[in-house]
């Protein structure tokens, strides 16, 4: 669509050399549902003259529910592409468009008003330097204009156009217009953009789009093409300095070893020195490899394959940097993070964090606070709710390198990923690095775990007895407490009820207690192991993805799974704690099996079957289980 | 200065093209021989070079392509030595299934759909790198970059990722596959401008010549061999035509033009006063086609 032009020129070549030239204005459209983000985009592409005749016509074909007869051309209709959005008449996913006037080229993403969607509007704003936040002459800002002035202003977003829409439904009133301006501008101030621009427009009829409008003499400022026209953006600081997340090491045969990646930031000569971001070795880059040559110089945004003069340990997911002014690497920091999914986020709960090209386990350990989007107050929370952001500290498995993304959009950026259904569910920009991370390195004792385990002639481990109340978990892992015992070993077994008297005493029963009250036994077995017990654990833990963080506390081979399977109705039939008759007549909330999922292990280490079978012999078997595990070691 | 506009078009698709690599375990590029594919058949020589794609090229073959589309892949992956797979739905042709005898809409999804899905589990293709555009169409204007197939190949708008930044979330459930689009945010515009700068081959059919054509539903469409049934009231004439998109020869619309060369087909575009897929009858056989399609698992 972004070719179309009154006079075709006669030097084809000078022209195009020219359109390349041109400077690319990102911006996107938000607000509220019904505001007209979609019909003023349908509004200037269309009074442009950018609009293809066969989609024009096409626009008749499909009609609209909500015009007279087909009469007036419904140019949301443009935009609003899936079969979803013409039926309900409002913009779920983002579209782009594409368009080019003689001075300038522009990528928009339509974003949605809906709440529901605000992922989507994220997507847009991600990579977007303008933002026209669209306002409904009529009603005023809206708790979706806060919303989506807050996430603009969070995800590095400088500049924003106030669109005051649908003025001709309040008469052109200058006065409507200025009070509109007057509350946006007071709320706004502490978002800190670096230029605001209202403008009195209507989508529908085209005042103020591409040209000054008659209707509101009163307004003086450019209409909004023009405006987007001639916006000034930062241009690209190349002072910054250089980074280099690595993609892919290139090994196409044993002479050629590349690093292939797109230049985040700076720019990279051949001779000049780098640091891989983990490790600190420094080398120098011996040649800037790609397909059209090797080049001298490449700078940001240029994807190119680097040799280095040094063979170093630089794999996917680390960053070649400048060796004067280096990223932080840490595996604890504090971010902002937006959530997507309607599972709510969990302190203690185990997710993948996944950076432009890094991807590690990751938990929030805690969360500060959430902030609320209509008084940008900070508020106290225990999980973040769909849509709601928050301020976290994040542990990560594995340090990662990162820079703060008020600094770099590229590298200060994570998205977060469900282990389970692999959805994003959470976008984060990263604040700082905490720096206990970095001073308090773990203790590295004289006398260690194996030194611990030797003594006791054992090999620790963590036997995680799961499956629905009444299983029969705590009988089995008592007889093999009372088996280990007699043999000598050194054994704790930690159950579920007693666990709950003490350290647990202050935890419910809501799904953010659960997590929190697994994470504090899996953390002390993790100790008891540490200190080379066989440590017993009993506990329903119904939900896989706190069985996986349990496991990934221990050492490789440590954790041992055991899925005590017993079907519910012979678990009810057995009721030891008379819970199920509680249960199944509604008196116990969130009780696993009845009103609460039972999430069964995929791959336990041992699957034990109750029924028909003597506690005692099942204990017998995870024994030899444990016998042959020592004797393979 | 920040990167001119086509050099940042280039550096983001072989960016993509890498990341399927780095984090799939059998991608595949669906290479449809068209100057999308052509473009992103360039690309993927560029992202690794020294070494050649590391990764094969599918063509799903409905039977019922050009014959210069058929001359021009084989010749392609000669002379640039890339491995072609080429699929044939083998039940539809036993069906005798074609666009004359069962209209577009069938032949569409049994020999393009149906053979697509059929050749991604044959060989176990977890992703799959395509030339689509967002400018194309609109219900393609809403598709991520890396959009997610389930199992059964469906594709839900309404379960599309949200895809920030450049930090793509690639991870694939059991039997889930990916659809990649490193070309998503070029134009038509910028896909002939780029043919021109590379010097990219593509098929001749872009190019003006004489062609005998008959005017059907509005359409000009090309004989291409004796399987067109000629109508009584109809006539086959010569005339100087070209193509602006390939697929299916009885199914894309020639148009009128004397452009015989890649800047004359730029210069062609910029009086243009149509899109590009009005010639491809697939998009409006009924309200919402293309998404209708998408979902069933076409591209």
């Known amino acids: 669509m972004s070719y179309v032009q009154s006079i075709p020129p006669h030097d084809i070549e000078a022209h195009l050399a020219e359109h390349d030239n041109k400077s690319i204005l990102r911006f996107i459209t938000c607000g509220s549902v019904d505001d007209g983000k979609s019909t003023l985009i349908g509004r200037l592409l269309y009074d442009a003259k950018l609009v293809f005749e066969d989609q024009l016509a096409n626009l008749g074909r499909v009609g609209s529910p909500g015009t007279a007869n087909g009469k007036e051309i419904d140019l949301a209709l443009l935009l609003d592409g899936l079969e979803a959005e013409r039926e309900q008449g409002i913009t779920i996913d983002v579209a782009y468009r594409y368009f080019a006037t003689s001075k300038r080229k522009f990528i928009v993403a339509d974003t949605p008003g809906h709440e529901e969607y605000t992922r989507n509007m994220v997507t847009g704003a991600s990579t977007a330097d303008l933002a026209i936040i669209l306002i409904d002459s009529r009603q005023g800002i809206l708790q979706q204009t806060r919303r989506h002035s807050y996430i603009a202003s969070l995800l590095g977003i400088r500049h924003v156009v106030l669109a005051v829409n649908k003025i001709d439904l309040v008469d052109y009133q200058q006065q409507v217009y200025e009070e509109i301006v007057a509350d946006y501008m007071a709320f706004a101030k502490e978002l800190g953009f670096a230029s605001i621009r209202p403008i009195p427009i209507s989508a529908r009829d085209g005042d103020n789009v591409i040209s000054a409008s008659t209707n509101t003499p009163w307004y003086r400022g450019a209409a909004l093409l023009e405006y987007l026209e001639t916006v000034e953006l930062e241009p690209t600081d190349e002072a910054r300095p250089f980074r280099f997340p690595v993609q892919m090491v290139m090994r196409p045969n044993a002479d050629f070893r590349g690093y292939a990646g797109q230049i985040s930031c700076g720019r990279i000569s051949v001779g000049d020195p780098v640091a891989v971001a983990k490790t600190g070795q420094r080398t120098s880059v011996k040649a800037i490899v790609t397909f059209d040559g090797e080049l001298a110089t490449a700078e940001e945004g240029e994807a190119v394959t680097l040799v280095l003069s040094d063979e170093v340990d630089a794999s996917r997911g680390n960053m070649l940097v400048a060796p004067g002014a280096r990223p932080f690497v840490a595996d604890q920091f504090q971010a902002h993070v937006i959530w997507f999914d309607a599972n709510p986020m969990m302190p203690g709960r185990s997710y993948i964090l996944r950076t432009e090209t890094d991807s590690v386990s990751a938990t929030v350990t805690t969360l500060k606070h959430q902030v609320n989007i209509n008084s940008f107050i900070r508020e106290a929370a225990k999980s973040l709710q769909m849509n709601e952001v928050g301020v976290c500290n994040i542990s990560t498995q594995a340090p990662i390198a990162f820079d703060a993304y008020k600094d770099n959009r590229a590298t200060g950026n994570f998205i977060i990923v469900d282990r389970v259904t692999n959805a994003t569910v959470g976008a984060g920009l990263i604040d700082f690095p905490l720096r206990r991370a970095d001073n308090v390195h773990w203790h590295a004792l004289e006398v260690n775990k194996s030194a611990r385990s030797a003594m006791k002639n054992q090999l620790p481990a963590v036997l995680w007895f799961t499956g629905l109340s009444g299983s029969g978990k705590s009988t089995i892992a008592n007889e093999l407490d009372r088996i280990l015992h007699a043999q000598g070993k050194h054994t704790y077994l930690l159950d579920g009820d007693n666990v709950r008297h003490g350290l647990n005493r202050d935890l419910g029963f809501t799904e953010e207690d659960r997590v929190e009250n697994i994470r504090r036994v899996a953390e002390v077995a993790k100790l008891m192991a540490d200190a080379g017990l066989i440590v017993l654990v009993s506990f329903i833990s119904p939900f896989r993805d706190e069985r996986r963080m349990a496991r990934e506390l221990m050492a490789e081979g440590e954790f041992i799974e055991i899925f005590v399977d017993t079907p519910l109705d012979e678990c009810a039939r057995r009721d030891p704690k008379g819970l199920y008759e509680k249960a199944l007549a509604g008196k116990i909330a969130n009780f696993t099996g009845v009103s609460s999922p039972y999430e069964a292990p995929e791959n336990p280490e041992l699957h034990i079957r109750t029924v028909g079978h003597e506690p005692t012999d099942l204990a017998l078997a995870i024994e030899e289980f444990l016998d042959r595990r020592m004797e393979d070691k | ?299």
Not at chain 2, 35 to 53: C, E, G, Q
Not at chain 2, 153 to 158: A, E, F, L, N, T
Not at chain 2, 285 to 291: H, I, Q, Y
Request: proline fraction near 6%.
């Open chain 2, 1 to 299: 200065m920040s990167l001119p506009h086509l050099r940042r078009l280039e550096a983001e698709a072989i960016h993509v093209i890498r990341e399927v690599v780095a984090t799939f375990s059998n991608p595949v590029v669906l290479y449809s021989i068209g100057k999308d594919s052509s473009v992103l058949l360039h690309l993927a020589m560029k992202a690794f070079y020294p070494a050649k794609p590391p990764f094969p090229f599918l063509h799903v073959d409905t039977k019922w392509k050009f014959r210069e589309m058929i001359e021009f892949r084989d010749r392609m992956a000669r002379e640039l030595g890339f491995d072609l797979l080429v699929h044939v739905n083998q039940d539809g042709v036993e069906q005798g299934i074609g666009p004359f005898t069962h209209g577009s809409n069938v032949h569409t999804h049994v020999m393009k759909t149906m053979g697509l899905r059929q050749a991604l589990e044959k060989y176990g293709f977890d992703a799959a790198l395509a030339g689509a555009r967002r400018d194309e169409e609109k219900s393609r204007a809403k598709e991520r970059i890396f959009s997610i197939r389930s199992a059964q190949h469906g594709w839900d708008p309404q379960r599309q990722r949200p895809e920030m930044w450049k930090t793509y979330n690639t991870r694939v459930g059991q039997g889930e596959t990916m659809r990649v689009f490193p070309l998503s945010n070029w134009t038509e515009f910028d896909i002939w401008q780029y043919i021109l700068r590379e010097e990219i081959p593509i098929v001749p059919l872009y190019f003006a010549a004489r062609r005998p054509v008959v005017k059907r539903e509005g359409m000009l469409i090309m004989v291409d061999d004796d399987r067109m049934p000629i109508q009584p009231e109809e006539e086959v004439t010569e005339q100087l035509v070209r193509f602006r998109t390939l697929g299916c020869y009885p199914l894309t619309g020639a148009v009128e033009s004397d452009a015989v060369t890649v800047p004359e087909i730029l210069r062609e575009m910029l009086t243009v006063r149509t899109s590009e897929r009005q010639s491809r009858l697939i998009d409006t056989d009924e309200v919402g086609a293309m998404e209708k399609k998408k979902r069933e698992g076409y591209f």
